[in-house]
C-alpha cells in the first residue's frame, strides 16, 4: 500500500552480490520511518535484497511506512569536474526519493557537474555527496549537513572524519576536498578550484 506521505530512498551499494555498508542503511531507513510514520517495526534490508552476483549494481530502495519497490540499476560512476559554491535555504533532512527541490537548484548553473551549498555562511553538502576538507592532517566534514549520509557516519563513528563548523570564506585554508556517499565511498575529487559564487576561486591543492 502506498504512503501518502512523501517516499523516501536508500541508495545502496552491492559489489559482486556483497551489500554494503547495510547496518548504516538499516538504521536510517528505520529512524526515518519512526520519526515520519511512527512505525517501531524494524526493516531489515537484507531480507529484502535479492542482488546479482556479478559487476556493481546501484540498489535503489523506495519506501515510506513499509518498502515500495526494490530496484538494480548497474552502476556507472559519474564524473565531477567544476563545482559551483552557492547559497541556499534548502532544507533535505531526509533521504527523499523525490529531488526536485535540489534538482532546481542545479538550472541556473548547467555548466556545473554540481553544486557546494552553502546555508547561514556555513558548507554543508553537494547535491549528491557529502563532503570533507582537510588540513593539518586531518579530515573534517560539515557539522550540520543537509543529510547525514551512511557513507559519513561510518567514516565518523572510525574516527576517520572529525565534524567542525566550515565557513565558505574559510575554505581557501583548507588543503584538500572530497565528496563522499554510498557509491562514491570517499573521493578526493580532481578538479582545479571550487567556483565561489561564480566569480571569485578558491584553489584546493589535490593530490
Known amino acids: ?9 536508500e541508495t545502496i551499494s552491492i559489489v559482486s552480490g556483497k551489500v554494503e555498508n547495510i547496518i548504516y542503511h538499516n538504521r536510517r531507513l528505520n529512524r526515518s520511518r519512526k520519526e515520519l510514520h511512527g512505525m517501531d517495526n524494524e526493516i531489515n534490508l537484507l531480507d529484502l535484497i535479492s542482488p546479482p552476483d556479478s559487476a556493481r549494481y546501484r540498489c535503489r530502495v523506495i519506501y515510506g511506512r513499509d518498502i515500495e519497490s526494490v530496484e538494480y540499476i548497474p552502476y556507472t560512476p559519474r564524473e565531477i569536474g567544476r563545482i559551483a559554491v552557492v547559497d541556499s535555504d534548502i532544507e533535505y533532512r531526509y ?6 527541490k535540489l534538482d532546481s537548484l542545479l538550472l541556473p548553473h548547467m555548466d556545473y557537474d554540481d553544486l557546494l551549498i ?10 549528491i555527496a557529502n563532503v570533507a576538507f582537510s588540513k593539518d592532517g586531518r579530515w573534517y566534514t560539515p557539522k550540520t549537513p543537509l543529510l547525514e ?13 572529525s565534524t567542525h563548523d566550515i565557513n565558505k570564506n574559510d575554505i581557501s585554508d583548507y588543503e584538500h576536498f572530497a565528496i563522499m556517499n554510498a557509491m562514491i565511498k570517499f ?4 578538479i582545479d578550484c571550487l567556483m565561489v ?11
Not at 533521504?95 to 526536485?100: G, H, I, L, S
Not at 549520509?149 to 572524519?161: A, E
Open 118 to 127: 552553502v546555508r547561514d555562511g556555513l558548507i554543508t553538502d553537494t547535491t
Open 197 to 207: 559564487d561564480n566569480s571569485s576561486r578558491q584553489h584546493l591543492n589535490r593530490t
Open 1 to 9: 500500500m502506498s504512503s501518502a506521505s512523501p517516499l523516501l530512498l
Open 187 to 190: 573521493k578526493i575529487v580532481n
Open 95 to 100: 533521504k527523499y526519493a523525490d529531488r526536485t
Open 149 to 161: 549520509g551512511t557513507t559519513r557516519q561510518r567514516l565518523l563513528d572510525n574516527g576517520f572524519l
